[in-house]
């Protein structure tokens, strides 16, 4: 028996456990076709063990010519060959020598042309199918709003190629798909991070630096464009058509919710330097519930339904903490607990909570900055009046920045328990004054002690969320850091027992009873629990 076979170039040849010789070139790592040498007894694609237990009754050993195909490689071919001297129409189907190449030899050896080829002429057929559909519009420029479009198309164009190139791996069709979509579109390289569900916020410093948020972890990434020119033509994609946003010398920074519920925010240079883009993303579906958050480590399971009753009793609570601790993330969960018979409004000056899309009874109002003149302006103080026009059973304020926080304790107390609104504080013990603070900016505020005792006797339980060190590598992870309730006045200042808070062993511990809340607060919640057994589930 001569190891050799009829390849018309030189080949080497791998022996399979079988006594199988497989020969493959070892010039061209891109073949279309393979020579498989068979001690099989008939003439049927064998299994290494079947081909080794049988024999060639001429003794002869037969050559079967085959052509690699992208799916159902691992079942043997069941095809009858046609006789010695004749082509094969259909090439039959035969296991991979795995036991002799490697993974990326095996890939190699499947792939039947030059990829980025593939995707030249992908690239090509949408370009000109984009040119033809845009002709037919008033405005030729893409949208924002034709991404879902553009993405189906490209994906119509690479499926009409993988038809014909069948043998490329899975994953290289779906890179092609990624590529080719960011090649027609402003998004570029980033559409690849806008792409991760995983992704929290997109940090763009010019061509400088660029940096993804994951978890609260800052990733560092190479910038996506090559110049500013790139980030002023995403930017202007994003405000075409939108009303109220441009971005140009006159008005060189712009802040705008993207549709599918991102705030973006960008900044010319001058007088930003270099030019900043900054994403913000509000995933809806990665947290859906209380139970989400306890297996991400945000909470403890035992603190659970201390929540579901405070929000079931229409206790007023107030979310407090540090930029990006995930007070709009706690809110949205907080707010899924409301009932589906309750009349909901939100208040937002960006939206990002986005509960008219779950809740039956809910409706948004967005704020909205003034024009190049100096008109239009919608604040949230306005919107908070509006609210109270829509006999709304309760309140949600995205974030009380201003004279709003006094229209907000004034709904609280008359009719509307049961409201959530977030605050920029930076401990659990600067929460109330600065509430007191931020609503003594109103117009028509009365005096400082009359603002805090309403402060006292309106804010049920405060909500702390910041970052710790959590781990074995002390990794920095958003956590509820305490949960506490006011207990009164000393002097000027409002006084709030901490329940709950988490130690520096990375563990909740109970610091306090329910007993310092307010008697309003525990009626409220016996109505819908036992008060008692509320906080069993921690130490004491």
Known sequence: MSDSCSCRSRTRHLRGPAQSWICCSSQAPRITRRWFLSRSGSRYGRSPRAASSSRCSRGRHRLLSTRPRPCGWSQWSRRRTRPRGTRHQSAPRIRPWLWQLSREDTRMALMVHDLAAVQARVLSRVETRLAEQLALRERTRLRVEDQQWVYELVGQAVGEEQLSNPAAAHDDWELMWRSVFAAVTPLGPLAEHLADPDVEEVRINGTESCFVFRDGRRIAVPPPFADEAGLVELVHWYTDGAAGARLDRASPMVTMTLPEGSRLHAALSPPARPMTVTIRRHPPARFPDLNA????????????????????????????????????????????????????????????????????????????????????????????????????????????????????????????????????????????????????????????????????????????????????????????????????????????????????????????????????????????????????????
């Open 293 to 540: 958050l306890e297996r991400s480590g945000f909470l403890p399971a035992a603190l659970i339904p201390l929540l579901q009753a405070a929000v079931a009793g229409r206790l007023n609570l107030l979310v407090a903490g540090g930029a990006g601790a995930g007070k709009t993330t706690f809110m949205r969960v907080l707010s899924r607990l409301f009932g589906k018979d309750e009349r909901i409004v939100t208040i937002e000056d960006q939206a990002e909570l986005h509960l008219w899309r779950e809740l039956p009874d809910c409706v948004s109002l967005e704020g909205r900055p003034a024009n190049i003149e100096g008109k239009g302006a919608i604040t949230i103080q306005m919107l908070v009046h509006e609210a109270l026009r829509m006999s709304p059973d309760r309140i949600v304020i995205g974030e009380v920045r201003g004279g709003e926080a006094l229209d907000l304790l004034d709904a609280m107390n008359t009719g509307h328990p049961g409201s959530i609104c977030t605050l920029h504080a930076d401990s659990p013990r600067e929460t109330l004054p600065r509430l007191v603070r931020l609503a003594m900016r109103n117009p028509q505020a009365p005096r400082a002690e009359v603002v805090r005792a309403e402060v006292v006797s309106t804010v049920d339980l405060i909500l702390f969320v910041g970052f710790a060190r959590v781990g074995a590598d002390c990794r920095r992870s958003r956590r509820l850091l305490s949960i506490g309730c006011i207990a009164g006045a000393d002097g000027d200042r409002p006084v709030v027992n901490e329940l709950i808070g988490l130690g520096g062993d990375g563990c909740w511990h109970r610091a306090g009873s329910l007993t310092a809340m307010s008697d309003r607060a525990r009626s409220r919640l016996g109505q819908v629990a036992d008060v008692e057994r509320l906080l069993d589930g921690f130490d004491a």
